[in-house]
T-cell receptor, first 112, second 114 residues
Framework: GEDVEQSLFLSVREGDSSVINCTYT??????LYWYKQEPGAGLQLLTY?????DMKQDQRLTVLLNKKDKHLSLRIADTQTGDSAIYFC????????????FGGGTRLMVKP | DAGVTQSPTHLIKTRGQQVTLRCSPK?????VSWYQQALGQGPQFIFQ???????QRGNFPDRFSGHQFPNYSSELNVNALLLGDSALYLC?????????????FGSGTQLSVL
């Protein structure tokens, strides 16, 4: 089946930029998403990008998509302690309806 | 505007029992999907309901079944519970479309099977 991979852990200092990376295998992916999960909570949609775009910026968040290499990244500018959470990359295939395939998540730790 | 709501928030069952989880979608949404998130992993798709029918199904056994009601709310039923069914069960709602770009998730039901 299709696969989405993420690194497990990232640690940054408050005020620095964070970059979380994701790779996927489904060449028919139409939308790619970033979700945030805080302890004991559900998933919060942060941002998404359509597959015909290569960049999307939303306040402190920048999403970069390299469709050729099937690589997605999420950059968080001026990272704050409140950004500490698990970040999930997810993709939706062309004929997947509303079904998402998720990566295993990257735990972001922000040190004061 | 209420978002996606799930009940109960926590549940403890023993092996072999049956469980029912409930979900109310976000206002204006007609499609409900269920995901299982085991500890330390990403969510895995179980199935999706639209117009009271199962439209898609992930790689889960028949012990997992569901239902959607005319008001778009949904139930997830799991029979003959196994220890490995312990997980956070997430409900997501959306509007039915093969190109819909946004799924909104509830806070989940934490199921512990002892």
């Amino acid at each position: 089946g299709e696969d989405v991979e993420q690194s497990l852990f990232l640690s940054v200092r408050e005020g620095d930029s964070s970059v979380i990376n994701c790779t996927y295998t489904d060449s028919s992916s139409t939308y790619l998403y970033w979700y945030k999960q805080e302890p004991g909570a559900g998933l919060q949609l942060l941002t998404y990008i359509f597959s015909n775009m290569d960049m999307k910026q939303d306040q402190r968040l920048t999403v970069l998509l390299n469709k050729k290499d099937k690589h997605l990244s999420l950059r968080i500018a001026d990272t704050q302690t409140g950004d500490s959470a698990i970040y999930f990359c997810a993709e939706m295939g062309e004929n997947a309806g509303n079904m998402l395939t998720f990566g295993g998540g990257t735990r972001l730790m922000v040190k004061p | 505007d209420a978002g996606v709501t799930q009940s109960p928030t926590h549940l403890i069952k023993t092996r072999g029992q049956q469980v029912t989880l409930r979900c109310s979608p976000k206002s204006g949404h007609d499609t409900v999907s269920w995901y299982q998130q085991a500890l330390g992993q990403g969510p895995q798709f179980i199935f999706q309901y639209y117009e009271e029918e199962e439209r898609q199904r992930g790689n889960f056994p028949d012990r997992f079944s569901g239902h959607q009601f005319p008001n778009y709310s949904s139930e997830l039923n799991v029979n003959a519970l196994l220890l490995g069914d312990s997980a956070l069960y997430l409900c997501a709602s959306s509007r039915y479309s093969t190109t819909n770009e946004k799924l909104f998730f509830g806070s989940g039901t934490q199921l512990s099977v002892l």
